[in-house]
C-alpha cells in the first residue's frame, strides 16, 4: 500500500533562517506531488506541484520554492523566512495518469518568531 | 472554487442526528467532486467522490448528493458520531492538470 510522509512534524524557526521541509511517498511511481499551505481556520491553498523529477509548477508568487530530486521525494525550501510563511504545510500525491484523487501527509507545523 | 482568507462556518448538531454538509462548486465543466475529512491538526482523509455522470453515491454512513443543475455538492452523514467532528472540505477537478480546487471548508461539531 502507499504511504506518505512528511517532516518534520512541527518547528518552529525565526524570522530570515532558511527552510527545509521533505515529503516522500513509498509504494507507488511517477506520482503526481503537491505542495499546499493552510493558515489556521482556513482552506487548503495550493503552493506548487509537480508531474515528474525536476518538473515543479508554481500557484502563487512568493516566498517559498520546491524541489523534486528523486521521483518519490518533494522538498520546499526558503531561503529567509517571514512571519507570513507561518502556516500547516501539506504534502499529497495523486497517481499518474488522469487520477484527480489526492492523497494527504500528515503535515508540518511551521512556526515563524 | 478556493476559499483561503474565509474563516470556517460551522455546523453543530447532536451525537445521533444526521448531519448535511454543503459546498457549493463554481466549474460546471468539472467531472469529479471529492469530500475530505480533516482532524485537528492532520493531514485531510478521503471520505467519497463521485463523478458527474452520477446524482448520489453511498459510502458507509455517507451519502454525497450532486446537483449539477445548481452546482451544489453536499456530504450526507447518518448517525453523527463524535468521531465525526472535524473540518469537512469539498474540492473539485480544475480546469487544468491532475488537481483540484477546495473549497472553503465547514466544521462539524457533534454534541455528546
Known amino acids: 500500500s502507499q504511504t506518505i510522509h512528511q517532516w518534520p512534524a512541527t518547528l518552529v524557526q525565526p524570522v530570515g533562517s532558511p527552510l527545509s521541509l521533505e515529503c516522500t511517498v513509498e509504494g507507488t511511481s511517477n506520482p503526481n506531488l503537491y505542495w499546499y499551505r493552510q493558515a489556521a481556520g482556513r482552506g487548503l491553498q495550493l503552493l506548487f506541484y509537480s508531474v515528474g523529477i525536476g518538473q515543479i509548477s508554481s500557484e502563487v508568487p512568493q516566498n517559498l520554492s520546491a524541489s523534486r530530486p528523486q521521483d518519490r521525494q518533494f522538498i520546499l525550501s526558503s531561503k529567509k523566512l517571514l512571519l507570513s510563511d507561518s502556516g500547516f504545510y501539506l504534502c499529497?500525491?495523486?497517481?499518474?495518469?488522469?487520477?484527480?484523487?489526492?492523497?494527504f501527509g500528515p503535515g508540518t507545523r511551521l512556526t515563524v518568531t | 472554487g478556493e476559499s483561503v482568507g474565509l474563516h470556517l462556518p460551522t455546523l453543530s448538531v447532536q451525537e445521533g442526528d444526521n448531519s448535511i454538509i454543503n459546498c457549493a462548486y463554481s466549474?460546471?465543466?468539472?467531472?469529479?467532486f471529492i469530500w475530505y475529512k480533516q482532524e485537528s491538526g492532520k493531514g485531510p482523509q478521503f471520505i467519497i467522490d463521485i463523478r458527474s455522470n452520477m446524482d448520489k453515491r453511498q459510502g458507509q454512513r455517507v451519502t454525497v448528493l450532486l446537483n449539477k443543475t445548481v452546482k451544489h455538492l453536499s456530504l450526507q452523514i447518518a448517525a453523527t458520531q463524535p468521531g465525526d467532528s472535524a473540518v469537512y472540505f469539498c474540492?473539485?477537478?480544475?480546469?487544468?492538470?491532475?488537481?483540484?480546487?477546495f473549497g472553503g471548508g465547514t466544521r462539524l461539531m457533534v454534541k455528546p
Open positions: 499529497a500525491w495523486s497517481p499518474q495518469p488522469g487520477s484527480y484523487e489526492q492523497y
Open positions: 466549474n460546471s465543466a468539472s467531472d469529479y
Open positions: 474540492a473539485e477537478e480544475a480546469n487544468a492538470g491532475n488537481m483540484l480546487t
